[in-house]
């Protein structure tokens, strides 16, 4: 297990220095003129413009003047400092406010997955076939087919506007009872997927020998779902909810869009929109290093819900 671990962590070295190179090349390379997209119409003077070429190494052109501004931002990540936005703003203080907003968010969507979609995918897939199983199949295809740019309007007008269960928007400081309703929306694309996977996997599991065998012993069929069907059935849901916890905080730029959510997603589309590519590279540096470790954790996992699994 140490030895994966060690092989594991060192992919993930090479991957995170890979990934951040080409968003880098992708956030810089061809990119018109930052300082003019920052300020939009406004004109920029040539004090203004002569200090943030100099700040940010615009001056240095080329394939030379690439790695070059690429390694001075790789020795200052080492050193655990992101940088400065092209606003003057340091970006781990813009990802410090940002982060515990984003987190809670992407937990409460992690959480509906879990506690909605897990278990109505274990009733579903233990009564296969009745009335239960075949609406909750409807359902999900249902939520499935719609993208959340569309979801996220929609529920944020019924929910929000008209019936108003819930606020319409989080605001600044938002409350765990505004960030539900995000969550739900968030979460839905994955509480859908974890539904139909989770009943899908405890069905095979109910027609495996080992669970025949078992019911031959005289278990009660509670005792063989709870612990043996249920146990190898969570394997493929948990590396989904590993996975999926990344995405969710990477990928809450409509959500956190839609509802005024100040958080890491709604500053990566403001990033991108500007061209401000110290900001953008930061960001998704950080969302990177997320991503990776929560793959790392769901592999290590796998030998806690299956003894059989060994990595050597």
Do not use: C
Not at 60 to 74: C, E, Q, S
Not at 143 to 170: D, E, M, R, S
Not at 240 to 262: D, Q, R, Y
């Amino acid at each position: 297990m140490l030895r994966f671990i060690v092989r594991r962590l060192l992919q993930m070295v090479v991957a995170f220095f890979g990934t951040t190179l080409i968003v880098y090349a992708l956030m810089f390379a061809g990119q018109g003129d930052p300082i003019q997209a920052l300020a939009g119409e406004r004109p920029v003077s040539a004090a203004q413009r002569a200090y943030l070429t100099e700040k940010y190494h615009l001056d240095a052109t080329g394939v030379g003047g690439f790695f070059y501004r690429y390694w001075d931002y790789l020795t200052n990540l080492l050193k655990g400092n992101l940088g400065q936005s092209l606003t003057g703003r340091p970006i781990g203080g813009i990802l410090a406010d940002a982060w515990p907003v984003t987190v809670e968010l992407a937990f409460i969507a992690l959480a509906v997955a879990v506690v909605l979609g897990v278990t109505a995918g274990v009733i579903a897939g233990i009564r296969r076939g009745s009335i239960f199983d075949n609406s909750t199949l409807l359902l999900t295809l249902l939520v499935l087919g719609i993208p959340t740019i569309v979801l996220a309007p929609l529920a944020q007008y019924l929910l929000g506007v008209k019936w108003q269960i819930f606020p319409a928007t989080a605001g600044a400081d938002p409350t765990v009872y505004a960030l539900l309703l995000p969550g739900i929306v968030l979460g839905s694309l994955s509480l859908a997927t974890a539904l139909r996977l989770t009943r899908t996997s405890v069905a095979e599991n109910l027609r495996a020998d080992y669970v025949r065998t078992a019911r031959s012993k005289g278990l009660r069929r509670r005792r063989v779902v709870s612990v043996h069907v249920l146990r190898n059935s969570l394997i493929p849901v948990v590396t989904f909810l590993g996975v999926e916890l990344g995405n969710l905080m990477s990928g809450a730029i409509i959500t956190e869009g839609v509802f005024n959510i100040p958080g890491v997603g709604f500053n990566l589309f403001r990033a991108i929109r500007t061209e401000d590519g110290p900001l953008v590279v930061g960001i998704v540096s950080v969302l990177v290093l997320v991503y990776l470790l929560s793959n790392l954790v769901v592999d290590v996992l796998y030998a806690v819900l299956d003894p059989r699994i060994r990595y050597e």
